[in-house]
């Protein structure tokens, strides 16, 4: 079928629609860095797992992350290619398969180094091995996202780690940002060598992890380009890796849902509509912020006198959860049942955490081309739901 990409018309059922001409434009814009820089960029899973588009992927990247034994099944089996692998805590009934799938395998302590490092070479005798290392410093302003917050599980400190490391550990793993500005990494580079330069020269490789967002409109291109050529000059044996997830998938697509209906309570409107944000919008509440709605202005502070005006909406979900519900929103007309809503950005993250809470029906996921014909990736049945039971 084809829609407006603007408005959606046409579009009657929820659905995650991804617009291949804004993934383009971001993959090019990430080749290009990696090219200037002579790093490795590799997608992560954990933000972005829409496999049947891995053949527009590979046409950019060759290798992706993984944090579990099925995402690294994914990069082997689907993208063609084995994962960078890392885990907080890889267990013995998962470990041979997840080295079988892996090139890199980071291990996030010593001791799980020590426990399985063994088995993971048997089952797979040219994965490289890493540690995970914190450096004691973020900037994640959100506790939930803060991977160095005291009492972290993330990570060895320097001052655990052996003055000659084991000799096949080949690199360090470093993840402390998110959705974070070049500045950002600067900052933290700085942090980064101060604690563990002392023993780069033992290392084949470091990934400085995800949160790169370097697909941002503001985002300093050209100062991330020059920190990483200037880490080449001080190491140039190290092979440098990033590994953003947003990045890829950032303002590349919409949520498109329905009005169901228009609810009132104490001078509060309420459009429910056909999608959850419990469900399918998560971080919208764990994190939480503020859904961009196409034509819709978000309404700062909550609930205040703006709610009685005739064309400003909280929206709704559709589960049984008390709190499934965001805002306040005023849109240029009033809404009425069959209206598309479109959220903003809603392919990087938003995919990979959904649920079926519920038995809520599931948002369909398409593929849009240039021309607006919707190719449908994944539709949902009762089947999907059932079997997770089963």
Same mark, same amino acid.
């Given at each position: 079928?084809?829609?407006?990409?603007?408005?959606?018309?046409?579009?009657?059922?929820?659905?995650?629609?991804?617009?291949?001409?804004?993934?383009?434009?971001?993959?090019?814009?990430?080749?290009?860095?990696?090219? *200037?820089?002579?790093?490795?960029?590799?997608?992560?899973?954990?933000?972005?797992?829409?496999?049947?588009?891995?053949?527009?992927?590979?046409?950019? &990247?060759?290798?992706?992350?993984?944090?579990?034994?099925?995402?690294? !099944?994914?990069?082997?089996?689907?993208?063609?290619?084995?994962?960078?692998?890392?885990?907080? *805590?890889?267990?013995?009934?998962?470990?041979?398969?997840?080295?079988?799938?892996?090139?890199?395998?980071?291990?996030?302590?010593?001791?799980?180094?020590?426990?399985?490092?063994?088995? *993971? !070479?048997?089952?797979? %005798?040219?994965?490289?091995?890493?540690?995970?290392?914190?450096?004691?410093?973020?900037?994640?302003?959100?506790?939930?996202?803060?991977?160095?917050?005291?009492?972290? !599980?993330? @990570?060895?400190?320097?001052?655990?780690?052996?003055?000659?490391?084991?000799?096949?550990?080949?690199?360090?793993?470093?993840?402390?940002?998110?959705?974070? @500005?070049?500045?950002?990494?600067?900052?933290?580079?700085?942090?980064?060598?101060?604690?563990?330069? =002392?023993?780069?020269?033992?290392?084949?490789?470091?990934?400085?992890?995800?949160?790169?967002?370097?697909?941002?409109?503001?985002? %300093?291109?050209?100062?991330?380009?020059?920190?990483?050529?200037?880490?080449?000059?001080?190491?140039?044996?190290?092979?440098?890796?990033?590994?953003?997830?947003? #990045?890829? #998938?950032?303002?590349?697509?919409?949520?498109?849902?329905?009005?169901?209906?228009?609810?009132?309570?104490?001078?509060?409107?309420?459009?429910?509509?056909?999608?959850?944000?419990?469900?399918?919008?998560?971080?919208?509440?764990?994190?939480?912020?503020?859904?961009?709605?196409?034509?819709?202005?978000? &309404?700062?502070?909550?609930?205040?006198?703006?709610?009685?005006?005739?064309?400003?909406?909280?929206?709704?979900?559709?589960?049984?959860?008390?709190?499934?519900?965001?805002?306040?929103?005023?849109?240029?007309?009033?809404?009425?049942?069959?209206?598309?809503?479109?959220?903003?950005?809603?392919?990087?993250?938003?995919?990979?955490?959904?649920?079926?809470?519920?038995?809520?029906?599931?948002?369909?996921?398409?593929?849009?081309?240039?021309?607006?014909?919707?190719?449908?990736? =994944?539709?949902?049945?009762?089947?999907?739901?059932?079997? !997770?039971?089963?």
């Amino acid at each position: 079928m084809k829609v407006n990409l603007n408005t959606f018309d046409g579009l009657a059922t929820p659905c995650y629609v991804l617009e291949e001409r804004r993934l383009r434009r971001n993959l090019e814009l990430i080749k290009s860095v990696a090219k *200037a820089a002579d790093v490795e960029i590799i997608l992560a899973f954990k933000a972005y797992a829409l496999w049947k588009t891995f053949p527009i992927f590979r046409e950019y &990247i060759c290798s992706t992350t993984a944090s579990s034994l099925y995402e690294a !099944r994914l990069a082997s089996e689907e993208f063609g290619s084995k994962a960078h692998t890392f885990s907080p *805590a890889y267990t013995d009934y998962e470990i041979d398969d997840i080295a079988r799938c892996s090139s890199h395998l980071t291990f996030n302590s010593l001791s799980q180094y020590a426990r399985l490092h063994d088995r *993971a !070479r048997l089952a797979n %005798d040219s994965v490289s091995f890493g540690l995970r290392v914190n450096p004691e410093y973020s900037e994640v302003g959100t506790a939930l996202y803060n991977p160095c917050a005291p009492g972290t !599980r993330f @990570g060895v400190t320097a001052d655990k780690l052996p003055d000659r490391l084991p000799d096949d550990i080949d690199g360090f793993h470093c993840h402390c940002h998110c959705e974070s @500005g070049a500045d950002v990494f600067v900052r933290t580079l700085a942090h980064i060598k101060e604690k563990f330069s =002392k023993w780069f020269g033992q290392l084949k490789w470091i990934n400085f992890g995800g949160g790169h967002l370097m697909t941002r409109k503001d985002y %300093d291109i050209p100062l991330l380009v020059k920190t990483l050529n200037d880490l080449h000059r001080d190491y140039p044996h190290l092979n440098i890796i990033l590994e953003p997830g947003s #990045a890829f #998938a950032w303002q590349t697509g919409s949520l498109v849902s329905q009005v169901v209906d228009v609810v009132e309570d104490r001078g509060i409107k309420t459009a429910i509509l056909n999608v959850s944000f419990t469900c399918h919008m998560p971080d919208c509440l764990e994190m939480p912020y503020m859904p961009a709605v196409r034509g819709a202005e978000a &309404i700062e502070g909550g609930c205040g006198a703006e709610a009685a005006e005739p064309c400003v909406y909280r929206l709704g979900g559709n589960s049984c959860l008390s709190g499934d519900f965001m805002g306040l929103w005023r849109f240029p007309a009033e809404l009425k049942i069959g209206d598309n809503v479109i959220f903003e950005d809603m392919l990087h993250y938003t995919t990979v955490k959904t649920n079926m809470f519920n038995g809520i029906t599931h948002p369909s996921i398409a593929l849009a081309h240039d021309d607006g014909t919707l190719e449908m990736l =994944k539709v949902y049945a009762y089947e999907d739901y059932k079997n !997770r039971m089963d």
